[in-house]
T-cell receptor, first 114, second 116 residues
Framework: AQSVTQLGSHVSVSEGALVLLRCNYS??????LFWYVQYPNQGLQLLLK??????LVKGINGFEAEFKKSETSFHLTKPSAHMSDAAEYFC????????????FGTGTRLKVLA | GAVVSQHPSRVICKSGTSVKIECRSL??????MFWYRQFPKKSLMLMAT?????????EQGVEKDKFLINHASLTLSTLTVTSAHPEDSSFYIC????????????FGEGSRLTVL
């Protein structure tokens, strides 16, 4: 079955440290992949997306993600964490473009320590 | 980017009453909108897909008589929680598709429903 897995429901990093949030998908056909951020009591904001083409995609707020087909992964990274990055991050996949039915990962709560 | 607005952001109601949540696309026409429910510390669960001018398509396990969805125009979809009960308390989020074939969705700010 098609699925999205986010390893680590909680991740803590020190301010200025590297942020790495993991996302893997399960599918024989690579989906479109998205990372969204959610701040408390707010909706989701798109950070970045991968559809086709360049496998390293850059998003807002200094985040980037690399699509690795061989590893079925789409991990999110940021070189230097900022306090304002503390939020919930969701990886999502669109396995059948045209249906617009996302499958979301369970989310990773990022905590940034001063 | 495209803007989707939800209203109200917070609502508290008594058990047995009905609550309506609106989802508007402010600067684009959305032929398709989606309603999600988010449980505490959980991911988003798709409840239904709303298409303008037609009946909503509900996901398995979602009571369509409990969660009434109306997509009367290209910029407005509403979710009405009928005869609300405490177990309906949750965070409800809508999203809208702009028509971009890459499938990017834009999300509303969410509505937190508390049923007493």
């Amino acid at each position: 079955a098609q699925s999205v897995t986010q390893l680590g429901s909680h991740v803590s990093v020190s301010e200025g440290a590297l942020v790495l949030l993991r996302c893997n998908y399960s599918s024989s056909v690579p989906p479109y992949l998205f990372w969204y951020v959610q701040y408390p009591n707010q909706g989701l904001q798109l950070l970045l997306k991968y559809t086709t083409g360049a496998t390293l995609v850059k998003g807002i707020n200094g985040f980037e993600a690399e699509f690795k087909k061989s590893e079925t992964s789409f991990h999110l990274t940021k070189p230097s964490a900022h306090m304002s990055d503390a939020a919930e991050y969701f990886c999502a996949a669109l396995f059948r473009p045209g249906t617009y039915k996302y499958i979301f990962g369970t989310g990773t709560r990022l905590k940034v320590l001063a | 980017g495209a803007v989707v607005s939800q209203h109200p952001s917070r609502v508290i109601c008594k058990s047995g009453t009905s609550v309506k949540i609106e989802c508007r696309s402010l600067d684009f026409q959305a032929t398709t909108m989606f309603w999600y429910r988010q449980f505490p510390k959980k991911s988003l669960m798709l409840m239904a897909t709303s298409n303008e001018g037609s009946k909503a398509t509900y996901e398995q396990g979602v009571e369509k008589d409990k969660f009434l969805i109306n997509h009367a125009s290209l910029t407005l979809s509403t979710l009405t929680v009928t005869s609300a009960h405490p177990e309906d308390s949750s965070f409800y989020i809508c999203s809208a598709w702009t028509g971009n074939p890459t499938g990017e969705l834009f999300f509303g700010e969410g509505s937190r429903l508390t049923v007493l």
